[in-house]
T-cell receptor
Framework: IAGITQAPTSQILAAGRRMTLRCTQD?????MYWYRQDLGLGLRLIHY???????GKGEVPDGYSVSRANTDDFPLTLASAVPSQTSVYFC???????????FGQGTRLTVV | AQSVSQHNHHVILSEAASLELGCNYS??????LFWYVQYPGQHLQLLLK??????LVKGIKGFEAEFIKSKFSFNLRKPSVQWSDTAEYFC??????????FGDGTTLTVKP
């Protein structure tokens, strides 16, 4: 089934540890995104990529990095996790940079 | 920078009541507008979208939205809600620059 796959689905992580959230899409979409969803704050864009080989900063990029080596994969790395990064992370993709987004199932991350 | 404002954080309705969720955005240029729905425990899914043309757009499950350019608004409506419409609803704006902005979300609870 075509779509977006995120891994892991949930994780408990010790503060200070490095963590990579994986995201893969099989729809050959050009653009990909990472959001975090926090209660009362909606979805906030962390990083985005309009096409393979390019990335950009979103609204809340600090503490996160991304890479887009190919069309399908868009991993999100927390270099040194902090408790404020406890959140639900959603990866999304869209055919073009301004068309509708398709979302993954999310990764629930708890930093303790 | 663009912003999106959703007027109601939590709406409680009885089944068969009519629904209108407000959404206003701030951006001076051309935008694409979206409403997404997130059912409990699930990822976001597209309800409807507006790119151009008829400002009244119809989406899935009987939802519709009207784009009023002069008011920078894109309100979501449904004539008669069902218990299964209980979810969180997000308005989103995309610009040609590719950055998407989501509102904080409105939680709809429909009482049977």
């Amino acid at each position: 089934i075509a779509g977006i796959t995120q891994a892991p689905t949930s994780q408990i992580l010790a503060a200070g540890r490095r963590m990579t959230l994986r995201c893969t899409q099989d729809m050959r979409h050009n653009a990909m995104y990472w959001y975090r969803q926090d209660l009362g704050l909606g979805l906030r864009l962390i990083h985005y990529s309009n096409t393979a080989g390019t990335t950009g900063k979103g609204e809340v990029p600090d503490g996160y990095s991304v890479s887009r080596a190919n069309t399908d994969d868009f991993p999100l790395t927390l270099a040194s996790a902090v408790p404020s990064q406890t959140s639900v992370y959603f990866c999304a993709s869209s055919q073009l940079k301004n068309t509708e987004a398709f979302f993954g199932q999310g990764t629930r991350l708890t930093v303790v | 920078a663009q912003s999106v404002s959703q007027h109601n954080h939590h709406v409680i309705l009885s089944e068969a009541a009519s629904l209108e969720l407000g959404c206003n955005y701030s951006y001076g240029g051309t935008v694409n507008l979206f409403w997404y729905v997130q059912y409990p425990g699930q990822h976001l899914q597209l309800l409807l979208k507006y790119f151009s043309g008829d400002p009244l757009v119809k989406g899935i499950k009987g939802f519709e939205a009207e784009f009023i350019k002069s008011k920078f608004s894109f309100n979501l409506r449904k004539p008669s809600v069902q218990w299964s419409d209980t979810a969180e609803y997000f308005c989103a704006v995309n610009t040609n620059a590719g950055k998407s902005t989501f509102g904080d979300g409105t939680t709809l609870t429909v009482k049977p």
